[in-house]
C-alpha cells in the first residue's frame, strides 16, 4: 500500500464510521446515499487473497462507491491483474471512479454498469476471484451464472453473510456449498463471509 492509496483509504473508513453512527443515532439514509462498504479487515482479507493469484482476473458484483474496488485494485496492480467491477447505479460509479483516480489505481479498474446477472453472462475471460457484494437475492443467480466462467482454482467471497444475513444469505450458503467442485467455509471476518473455491473435477 502506497501513501496515496491510504489516503483514500482512510477517507472511505472516515465516511463509514460516520455513516455507523447515524445508524446507532437513528439517523437514515436512503440506500443510494450509503456506502454499504465492507470494512478495513475484510478489505485486506479479500487484498490478501487476491495477491495470492497470479495475473488475476477480479470480478467485483456492487461496487457501491468503490471502496472494496480500491482492495482489489492494489491486488490488480501488484500481480499484474485486473478489476471488472459491476454495479446498477451511475452515480455511484463516477463517485468511485474519482477515488480511484485520485488513489492512484483506476488504470486497473474496468468499470460496466447495468444488471450483473446480464453483464455476467457476457462476460469473456475466465474470472480468478470474485467478490458478491451487492443485494442479497442476487447472489445464488449471480453464482449461477458465474460457474461457466470460473477458472479452476477461482476464489469467492460473499459480504454480508451474519449482518444483515437473513434467509437469501442462508440460502446463498446453502446453494454454493452444494454445487460441485466448490469447496466452501464460513468466515467471521467483518458482517460475516463466506469464502469459498471453486475446484471441478
Known amino acids: 500500500m502506497d501513501d496515496k ?8 473508513y472516515e465516511r463509514i464510521l460516520k455513516e455507523r453512527q447515524e445508524h446507532a443515532d437513528g439517523i437514515s439514509r436512503p440506500a443510494s446515499e450509503r456506502f454499504m462498504a465492507v470494512g478495513p479487515q475484510t478489505g485486506q482479507l479479500i487484498n490478501i487473497l487476491a495477491r495470492n493469484l ?3 482476473t477480479i470480478l467485483e458484483l456492487g461496487t457501491s462507491f468503490g471502496y472494496s474496488t ?3 485494485a492494489e491486488a490488480a496492480r501488484r500481480t499484474g491483474g485486473r478489476v471488472i467491477t459491476m454495479e446498477l447505479e451511475r452515480e455511484k460509479v463516477a463517485f468511485a471512479r474519482d477515488m480511484a483516480a485520485r488513489a492512484g489505481v483506476e ?3 474496468e468499470y460496466r454498469i ?13 474470472i480468478d476471484f470474485v467478490l458478491l457484494d ?3 437475492n442476487l447472489y445464488v443467480p449471480c453464482l449461477e451464472a458465474l460457474i461457466p466462467h470460473l477458472r479452476s ?12 444475513g437473513g434467509e437469501d444469505a442462508r440460502r446463498y ?20 463471509l463466506e469464502v469459498s473455491r471453486f475446484l471441478p473435477g
Do not use: C
Request: charged share 20%.
Open 173 to 192: 450458503q446453502e446453494f454454493v456449498r452444494s454445487q460441485p467442485g466448490i469447496l466452501s467455509v464460513p468466515l467471521s471476518v467483518g458482517t460475516g
Open 153 to 164: 482454482g477461482a476464489v469467492l467471497v460473499a459480504d454480508n453473510m451474519v449482518i444483515p
Open 5 to 12: 492509496l491510504n489516503a483514500v483509504l482512510d477517507l472511505y
Open 107 to 109: 488504470e486497473h479498474i
Open 70 to 72: 480500491l482492495w482489489l
Open 134 to 136: 451487492l443485494w442479497k
Open 54 to 56: 497470479k495475473a488475476p
Open 114 to 126: 447495468g444488471d450483473a446477472v446480464e453483464m455476467i453472462s457476457e462476460l469473456k475471460d475466465g
